[in-house]
């Protein structure tokens, strides 16, 4: 064999040699993948970690005793914003422990794929169960307030987000966060990395300080500003009629609003009587004097009754709430207690009845015209029955009616009652009306009228007609007087003055008889009945004295005692 063909041979022999030791490593090293992959089916990774706990080639139920055995062998660090440890905390004073069993860690198992093992050996693994550690919410918070964060400075306080009027609608401010540590805030923070499998918290990241209890996009406090804003939306228009009409401005709707701290949204009484008072304060003039032009011309202020426009404080705030919850504008007038027919200069309008006292007259006035002209007889003044002043409304109409008192039983065909049991009617046991009739033989309060006069009237006026009852001049003041005689009593022995001389007697006389002439009660009311009785005493020894000064002279002294003098 030449020599060229052996070295051939041996090139050849080579060759087959290298492929065949290829192919044992080829084959020796896809046999060692393959049962890397068999084995890592049901085997965790190399360089893998299952909630901070090493699991290389363990399996799930390994690994879960591996975790278990562990659970409390940590430490959770503070640092501060340069990496600084401030605090540590052992897992072991937490309480910690599993909160899961082995199947959520053989669910991570199952998510491996055996084929990947290879790349394991160059990259890590770390993976976490779905359900993080439990632990003592007691002990938490007992190591929670004993650390000690007083190095760490702090510049503002947390602020929670509020609902604010901005002149036009509720807004939503938003919370402030403030950089201060508190117990609570750490607290959070150690449970959040207890249940979230972390060994280091950053206090500078906000998780340790004090946190706005309400924020903005809180479902709670978005659900009452909406609300807030759709009753804000809604327009109560007064309309009182003759022009004149209210409506809430903004700023005061705004106030008629609570919240609690849920932020559930309620109706604040108390602002809305507010403004319900200052409508009233606008518009009430029941039991108030009224400013009023007789027939005669004479411009008087006719003391008050109970006749005007009062708006009914709960009435009013109860309808305001109905109108919001209804949720639609509403145009209407105020909810009254007590009416009058009209918002103009005058609450009784220009259609009433004028009860002229003085003249014992009545006017009835239907659109601005009279319509009827009479007079009457009022309540009797020197029994204490005189028909009170001021302006009242007709109650209602009655005809056939009979009215009784305490001795009197009536019965008249027209009555008109305005004020606790006065009223107008007819009279037909009277022939005569007008003048001072009333003073001595007038009615117990009421407006006695011609049976002509009172079928007019009733014919024209309703319930809630205006009657306007008054005196002119000094009227009142003389009933007063009749209605009072022990005040001219008074006057009379205020006049004596002190007795000095026998000419005051007539004096202290007529004060003597207009005394005797009281009844008992007005006699009780003379507050100087002592001054007439000394006034009477110096009197009579006055009069001694003259008579024995009378009879030293050899007077003739009269047997009445009467002093004749020169």
């Known amino acids: 064999m030449s020599k060229r063909k052996k070295n051939k041979f041996k090139s050849f022999r080579f060759y087959k040699?290298?492929?065949?030791?290829?192919?044992?490593?080829?084959?020796?090293?896809?046999?060692?993948?393959?049962?890397?992959?068999?084995?890592?089916?049901?085997?965790?990774?190399?360089?893998?970690?299952?909630?901070?706990?090493?699991?290389?080639?363990?399996?799930?139920?390994?690994?879960?005793?591996?975790?278990?055995?562990?659970?409390?062998?940590?430490?959770?660090?503070?640092?501060?914003?340069?990496?600084?440890?401030?605090?540590?905390?052992?897992?072991?004073?937490?309480?910690?422990?599993v909160n899961y069993d082995a199947s959520q860690v053989q669910d991570i198992l199952d998510k491996q794929t055996g084929f990947n093992w290879i790349g394991r050996l160059i990259i890590p693994a770390e993976y976490y169960t779905a359900t993080g550690n439990a632990y003592d919410a007691a002990k938490v918070k007992a190591v929670a307030e004993s650390l000690d964060f007083s190095n760490q400075k702090s510049t503002k306080e947390s602020e929670d987000a509020y609902i604010e009027f901005d002149g036009d609608k509720w807004v939503i401010v938003e919370e402030v966060y403030g950089d201060r540590i508190d117990e609570e805030g750490v607290e959070e923070a150690i449970i959040y990395a207890v249940e979230n499998l972390e060994r280091e918290i950053n206090i500078a990241d906000g998780s340790c300080y004090n946190k706005p209890d309400v924020k903005a996009d809180d479902a709670n406090i978005k659900a009452a500003v909406e609300k807030l804003n759709k009753y804000m939306d809604i327009d109560i228009h007064y309309d009182l009629g003759e022009g004149i009409t209210e409506d809430i401005p903004k700023e005061v709707k705004a106030s008629f609003f609570n919240w609690d701290d849920k932020f559930k949204v309620s109706f604040d009484r108390d602002a809305i009587g507010e403004y319900v008072n200052s409508m009233g304060d606008k518009y009430n003039t029941y039991g108030k004097k009224k400013e009023f032009t007789t027939t005669d011309g004479e411009e008087i202020t006719v003391p008050a009754g109970s006749f005007g426009w009062r708006i009914a404080y709960e009435g009013e705030i109860d309808a305001i709430i109905a109108d919001f919850k209804g949720g639609k504008d509403v145009t209407r007038d105020f909810t009254y207690l007590y009416y009058g027919t009209s918002h103009g200069e005058h609450d009784y309008g220009n259609s009433y009845v004028e009860v002229n006292l003085t003249k014992q007259h009545v006017y009835v006035y239907k659109d601005g015209e009279m319509v009827v002209d009479t007079p009457c007889v009022s309540g009797k003044i020197v029994g204490n029955h005189g028909t009170h002043t001021g302006v009242y409304p007709i109650a209602y109409k009655q005809t056939e009616a009979t009215l009784k008192g305490d001795n009197y039983e009536s019965h008249v065909h027209f009555w008109m009652p305005f004020n606790m049991g006065e009223g107008l009617h007819d009279a037909t046991w009277r022939n005569k009306f007008g003048g001072d009739l009333y003073k001595k033989s007038g009615s117990h309060g009421c407006v006695n009228l011609p049976l002509s006069a009172a079928e007019k009237i009733y014919d024209i006026v309703e319930a809630g007609w205006p009657v306007i009852v008054f005196y002119t001049g000094n009227t009142e003041e003389e009933n007063y007087l009749i209605l009072n005689p022990q005040l001219n009593v008074i006057e009379l022995i205020t006049q004596i003055g002190p007795v000095t001389s026998l000419e005051q007697e007539p004096m202290i006389a007529d004060a003597r008889i207009q005394y005797e002439a009281l009844s008992e009660e007005q006699k009780a009311l003379v507050t100087n009945y002592q001054d007439l009785v000394n006034a009477e005493l110096t009197l009579q020894a006055l009069k001694e004295q003259a008579a024995a000064a009378a009879g030293a002279e050899g007077a003739e002294v009269p047997a009445d005692g009467t002093v004749v003098t020169p």
């Open 17 to 97: 040699d290298t492929i065949i030791r290829g192919a044992i490593i080829c084959a020796a090293v896809l046999a060692i993948y393959l049962l890397g992959s068999l084995f890592f089916s049901n085997h965790f990774y190399i360089r893998s970690k299952v909630n901070g706990v090493g699991a290389s080639f363990l399996n799930a139920e390994k690994t879960f005793e591996k975790i278990v055995k562990n659970a409390d062998k940590y430490t959770i660090t503070f640092k501060d914003a340069d990496g600084q440890v401030v605090n540590e905390v052992s897992s072991s004073d937490l309480g910690d422990d």
